[in-house]
């Protein structure tokens, strides 16, 4: 059980995309370290870039707030070409995402910032798989 759940995590590729640096590279480090595949973007247009350039992705982790691009904006414009993306909106600003969107769709959820490594996790889980991956083999 272990084994599949690691090979599953291993093939996920994940995009996550933050305009903040430390918060950026500790997401990809735990997502990184939990097995996945990942990619990161500092801003909504190189999200598109990395999607437009021919990368897939089973999972977009995005913030909210950002500069010239917020993360909804961001999500609407890759729902335009694709719209089986899932995504978790990471953010300190739960009541701007809600003013964007009334609602979430079904492969849709948010996690507050700061969160913790097992959050984060849990969330990721929750989304590409339906259930909670058992954690990696150390």
Not at 95 to 117: I, V
Request: net charge negative; charged share 25%.
């Amino acid at each position: 059980m272990r084994q599949q759940a690691s090979a599953r995590r291993e093939s996920s590729r994940l995009l996550v995309v933050d305009d903040d640096d430390g918060v950026r590279r500790y997401v990809a480090r735990v997502l990184s370290e939990a097995g996945y595949q990942v990619e990161t973007a500092a801003n909504g247009a190189e999200g598109l870039k990395a999607v437009h350039g021919g990368a897939t992705f089973d999972l977009i982790v995005s913030d909210v707030r950002m500069p010239q691009m917020t993360g909804p904006e961001f999500i609407a414009e890759l729902r335009r070409q694709e719209t089986d993306i899932k995504v978790l909106y990471l953010t300190g600003y739960v009541d701007q995402l809600f003013m964007e969107r009334e609602t979430l769709w079904q492969d849709e959820a948010f996690l507050d910032k700061p969160c913790s490594p097992n959050s984060l996790l849990e969330s990721v889980s929750l989304l590409l798989f339906g259930h909670l991956a058992p954690p990696a083999a150390s």
